[in-house]
């Protein structure tokens, strides 16, 4: 009897139990020489007596970005440990997406984050497509300081090991008689 309380009471502490503190309230990581490879959480922790207002501040994501710097006319302006030293160790990311007219952001994944975003001006198609003849712009929230992106066609379309254009056909639902799968392929680099 006394066993199984004891193994109810171990299981039911499994339950509750939540995520630790973390272990300082903030580090801000300062500026590192590129042969520095020292890393707590991310980055190197500055010393805390020498932590300014300017830390926590940063004004890269008030500037649009160009979108005619690539065929999908779109521009992502992430805040990084780099433009915002105090963001190290937060667990976040905040970006901006600039959309030109009829700009499209690829289909992604962000494998280490979740994504939340907010149109802030023109109109968007969910899954970020721009449908107005006007520009947009876009605030993301990602759930990590580090969250990846993995595009989903440069997966499947441009990988070391090609997958056979066959099963690519019948994937995407291609009728290959104009070649399409090897364009994409081609216009991905592969």
């Known amino acids: 009897m006394l066993l199984n309380l004891l193994l109810a009471f171990i299981l039911l502490m499994g ?3 939540s995520d630790p503190d973390p272990l300082q309230d903030y580090c801000v990581s300062p500026p ?6 020292i890393f ?15 830390h926590f501040t940063t004004s890269a994501l008030s500037k ?8 999908f006319m779109t521009n992502v302006t992430l805040s990084t440990t780099a433009n915002l030293p105090g963001l190290n160790t937060m667990g976040l990311t905040m970006g901006r997406i600039d959309f ?5 952001v690829p289909p992604h994944v962000h494998p280490r984050a979740s994504e939340v975003t907010v149109c802030l001006d023109g109109v968007l198609l969910v899954g970020f497509v721009d449908t107005s003849v006007s520009s947009a712009l876009a605030v993301s929230g990602l759930t990590s300081q580090n969250p990846g992106t993995q595009f989903v066609s440069m997966v499947s379309l441009d990988s070391k090991l090609q997958i056979p ?17 090897a364009s994409i392929r081609k216009n991905l680099g592969g």
């Open 32 to 37: 590192l020489s590129p042969h520095q490879h």
């Open 64 to 71: 649009p970005g160009d979108t005619r710097a690539n065929p």
């Open 40 to 54: 707590l959480n991310g980055n190197l922790c500055k010393d805390p007596t020498k932590v300014t207002v300017s």
């Open 15 to 17: 339950r509750v139990s």
């Open 165 to 181: 254009q066959d099963v690519l056909k019948r994937l995407y639902h291609i009728n290959d008689q104009e070649g399409y799968v």
């Open 100 to 104: 030109g007219a009829s700009g499209v």
